[in-house]
Structure formats: structure tokens, C-alpha cells
């Protein structure tokens, strides 16, 4: 199994990327999707998710920011990320979760990750 995660990169306060995050080796269907971050010195953090059935879940300090989809056809999750700020800063990982036991917030849950990809919002 493999998640490759690309999109990150340096933008304004204010600006938007879209992340994206290709999964191999797995029914990707089948599959709950997550993203997460970790900023320098923080915990890792919760973003957003999407389960098999296309349900979403936000962090509150995203909602209304960024947008989660997934393209089962491509295998792809995609996180959309509009009005960025600063404090949005971090390392952004995606995830993929088979059963959700307690909480598709949890990253402990999740079983697959992919490498990371780091965006960085200027002030």
C-alpha cells in the first residue's frame, strides 16, 4: 500500500492550494480518507476526513475553509484549502482508515499514511 500526497508548497494569508493524495495497493472505495498536519513542536492534528460513503468531517478551525472530496475512479482524496493563514502552517499527511472503531478524527485509528507534504502560509 502507498499514499503519495503532493500539492503543498509557500502561499500568501489568503491564498488557497488544493492538495492531493493518491492511494495504490488497497480497495480504495472501501476506505475512510483522512488528512492531518503537524506543525513544528505541535501534535498532530486532525483536518479533515471523508468515509467510504462520502460523508465529511471538519476540525472546527477549517470549516467553511477547506473542503475534502475523494474521486474513487482515480483513487484520490483531495483537500481543498481556501482563505489560508498562517497558523495553517504545517507538514499535511494523508490517511486511510478500513473500519472506524472510535473516531474518524483519530489518527491512531487510521492504518496507511502517506509521506507528508509541507505548506506554508506567509503573513
Known amino acids: 500500500v502507498q499514499l503519495q500526497a503532493s500539492g503543498g508548497g509557500l502561499v500568501q494569508a489568503g491564498g488557497s492550494l488544493r492538495l492531493s493524495c493518491v492511494a495504490c495497493g488497497l480497495p480504495f472505495s472501501l476506505y475512510n480518507m483522512g488528512w492531518f498536519r503537524q506543525a513544528p513542536g505541535k501534535e498532530r492534528e486532525f483536518v479533515a476526513a471523508?468515509?467510504?460513503?462520502?460523508?465529511?468531517y471538519y476540525v472546527g478551525s477549517v470549516q467553511g475553509r477547506f473542503t475534502i472530496s475523494r474521486d474513487n475512479a482515480k483513487n484520490t482524496v483531495y483537500l481543498r484549502m481556501n482563505v489560508l493563514k498562517p497558523e495553517d502552517t504545517a507538514v499535511y499527511y494523508c490517511a486511510a482508515l478500513r473500519l472506524v472503531r472510535s473516531a474518524i478524527s483519530n489518527w491512531k485509528e487510521y492504518d496507511y499514511w502517506g509521506q507528508g507534504t509541507l505548506v506554508t502560509v506567509s503573513s
Open positions: 471523508i468515509s467510504s460513503s462520502g460523508s465529511t
